[in-house]
């Protein structure tokens, strides 16, 4: 489950699970009116993140199955110059993309949507969010770096054995990979 849907949505609140789900950018739920305007004093506020601000706003939806749930806009300025400077560098490479395209969706760089029912600060939803990465890193050295994405275990000892060790060494790699960094 990447993006958002009605029916998502509908099936984790059956099971009473809390989520956090990003909405695409052309999603009809989000309105970029206040970044249209460019007036940050319409925003809720801003959060620092690695010396930069994340600047957010946010609003209750008031329709249909969706009424009371909170959608959050983060603008992160490094993410929008690094997808402007992309976007522009391919208007040159590839004929089908347009500078009136690039006008078009100029307010939609930079930006990150969820959509979510807990009723936690910005903050932390973007914390949470951007979390998210890092256990799918996990997962991935887990399967890619380690191998141990395959278990050949007989009983509940081998497999809780198997599970300890490949533990310890996700911890060991992680902890050299930031000595390497």
């Keep these: 489950m990447k993006f958002y849907s009605e029916d ?37 506020g801003y959060f620092m993140l690695e010396k930069r601000a994340v600047w957010y706003y946010s609003y209750k939806l008031k329709e249909g199955e969706l009424n009371g ?45 969820v959509i979510t029912d807990l009723g936690e600060l910005a903050e932390r939803i973007y914390s949470l969010l951007k979390s998210r990465g890092d256990i799918e890193r996990m997962f991935d050295t887990f399967k890619n770096v380690l191998n141990a994405d395959r278990t050949y275990m007989s ?20 902890k050299i990979d930031s000595i390497l960094e």
């Design 69 to 113: 749930k909170t959608v959050i806009i983060f603008i992160d300025e490094r993410l929008k110059a690094e997808e402007e400077k992309d976007y522009l560098s391919r208007i040159k490479k590839v004929d089908d993309k347009s500078l009136e395209t690039f006008f078009k969706n100029q307010y939609h760089l930079g930006t990150i949507a």
């Design 155 to 174: 009983d509940d000892y081998q497999m809780e054995g198997w599970m300890f060790i490949n533990f310890i060494f996700l911890i060991f790699y992680y």
């Design 8 to 44: 998502n949505v509908l099936r984790l609140e059956a099971e009473k699970l809390h989520y956090i789900l990003p909405l695409k950018r052309n999603s009809s739920l989000i309105d970029y009116s206040k970044i249209q305007k460019g007036d940050r004093m319409a925003l809720n």
